[in-house]
């Protein structure tokens, strides 16, 4: 890109800052993006609806219940990573 401002000119910009304090939530969850294919973003939100609860819940359950499902493998993929094979 071509900048026709000399250095003086130019704009610095600030850095950006944490998220204000209106966006923390008070039961500590943090946002996370995931990617997901269009019928099952719509199934999930079906299934929220049926049991009248939001879908992230749902989602959080699921996760849970596969990570107690899948420790052993989880606890050996970890301590391949740490001994860095």
Do not use: C
Request: hydrophobic share 35%; aromatic share 6%; proline share 5%.
């Amino acid at each position: 890109m071509v900048s026709y401002l000399t250095p003086e000119e130019q704009v610095v910009r600030e850095p950006k800052k944490k998220a204000s304090k209106a966006r923390v939530r008070k039961d500590k969850r943090s946002q996370l993006l995931i990617y997901m294919f269009p019928s099952v973003i719509r199934q999930l939100k079906l299934a929220a609806l049926a049991k009248g609860q939001p879908s992230y819940e749902l989602a959080e359950e699921a996760i849970k219940e596969w990570l107690e499902n899948h420790q052993d493998e989880i606890r050996q993929g970890t301590a391949k990573i740490s001994r860095g094979e």
